[in-house]
């Protein structure tokens, strides 16, 4: 029996695995394997995300935590490396661009084992980002490469990749979010925090180059306090942001922002049920810009550039920079009323965990079952 093995180990990934591994259950005879690397473990990292999408727990955890890029990635090398050595794997899926996607790549193509990277061909051009360097060098080493829209084919030709690697599937994340939604609509979680559908707004923020930097990031708090005395807004901070806040000492201001609500990162559904009923939402996350996009809410990205066009071109994103006062007179925009009508982007439809299932039937030569769609 052919055996694909997937990789995960940060937030993102849950809900790009979960997909992908279903309509290998329900389609095809591949055995499948999940490693879980461990790069995020608290429990509101990781372990909800299993249970709210249905994924069932990784087979293998390799526990290895948090670190320098250079320790990180090396860790897990070693361990991957024994596993997949044990394993045997025809095919290991990666996705997205975190560490855990290039260690695995890395470790993948080393032993001569085919390599598939869910997520190929996004590129923000900006190569002083971590996420970057993870995209470019995952995608050199694929033999399968899954975009998820047309402009990351176009961004893969120009690098001079064979177009023969490359595969338009769509937009995996989204099968998660269309498949969740009615159940996170049921969920209380606006009553709980006492917003009222589009009567407030949602705010994240984790990028190093954001969060990091202690101007930035007091300038990017600032605006968000700001925002919140015209409509509550719901801050569900990341780790990595909760620990600068507390090292430059912005905790009580922000806990004293009448309107700003501090809250522990949310699990998948409860998340969701927040985002698709918002007015707007600000933020630097790349997933997000793309769950906005489907959802047709207002975001507004505070970087430089996103990976992530068609979110701008299509979607129902702009991507605003990270200078207080212009990110302050977009949200007056949108809180105003005045903003674009975003439109779903091609293939971003709930099947693209379908396909992919079916391409690496094809790909490994089992025949694909068909159990449904
Ligand atoms: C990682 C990804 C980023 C992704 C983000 C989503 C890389 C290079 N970055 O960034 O692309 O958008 O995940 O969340 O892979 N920490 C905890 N608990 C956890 C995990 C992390 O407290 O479960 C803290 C630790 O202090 C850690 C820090 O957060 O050092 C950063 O974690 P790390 O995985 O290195 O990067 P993220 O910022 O989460």
Not at 11 to 24: E, L
Not at 168 to 182: A, C, F, H, R, T
Not at 292 to 299: D, E, G, H, I, Q
């Amino acid at each position: 029996m052919k055996k694909v093995i997937h990789i995960v180990g940060a937030r993102p990934n849950f809900m790009k695995v979960a997909p992908i591994h279903r309509a290998i259950s329900a389609r095809t005879s591949l055995q499948q394997l999940v490693i879980h690397t461990g790069q995020h473990y608290d429990a509101k990292m990781s372990d909800v995300f299993f249970a709210d999408l249905g994924l069932p727990p990784p087979e293998i955890h390799l526990g290895i935590g948090s670190g320098s890029h250079a320790e990180q990635t090396a860790k897990m090398m070693v361990e991957m490396e024994r596993v997949f050595l044990k394993e045997k794997p025809d095919l290991v899926s990666v996705v997205g661009d975190v560490n855990s996607t290039i260690a695995a790549a890395l470790v993948t193509s080393k032993l001569a084992i085919p390599l598939s990277h869910v997520e190929a061909g996004l590129r923000s051009f900006e190569r002083h980002q971590p996420e970057e360097i993870n995209r470019v060098v995952t995608d050199r080493l694929s033999d399968l490469l899954l975009t998820p829209s047309r402009d990351a084919d176009a961004n893969l030709l120009k690098e001079g990749i064979d177009p023969k690697y490359i595969h338009l599937v769509g937009n995996v994340m989204i099968d998660s979010l269309l498949s969740s939604k009615e159940k996170a609509d049921q969920l209380p979680t606006l009553k709980t925090l006492g917003l009222t559908p589009k009567g407030y707004v949602v705010a994240t923020l984790h990028r190093p180059s954001n969060v990091d930097n202690p101007k930035l990031l007091a300038g990017l708090l600032g605006v968000l306090m700001d925002v919140a005395k015209e409509l509550p807004v719901v801050f569900p901070v990341h780790p990595r942001t909760r620990k600068m806040i507390a090292e430059q000492g912005l905790g009580p201001k922000l806990e004293q922002t009448p309107g700003l609500k501090l809250v522990d990162p949310m699990g998948y559904l409860e998340f969701l049920s927040v985002t698709s009923q918002a007015k707007l939402v600000m933020t630097d996350s790349g997933g997000l810009q793309e769950e906005t996009t489907a959802l047709n809410v207002p975001c507004l990205t505070m970087r430089e550039q996103t990976e992530r066009p068609i979110t701008v071109e299509v979607g129902s994103n702009e991507v605003v920079g990270t200078d207080p006062a212009r990110i302050r007179e977009a949200a007056n925009r949108v809180l105003s009323g005045d903003f674009k009508k975003g439109r779903v982007p091609e293939l971003w439809d709930g099947r693209t965990g379908e396909r992919i299932a079916d391409l690496y039937s094809r790909f490994l030569g089992v025949e694909v079952k068909r159990a449904f769609g």
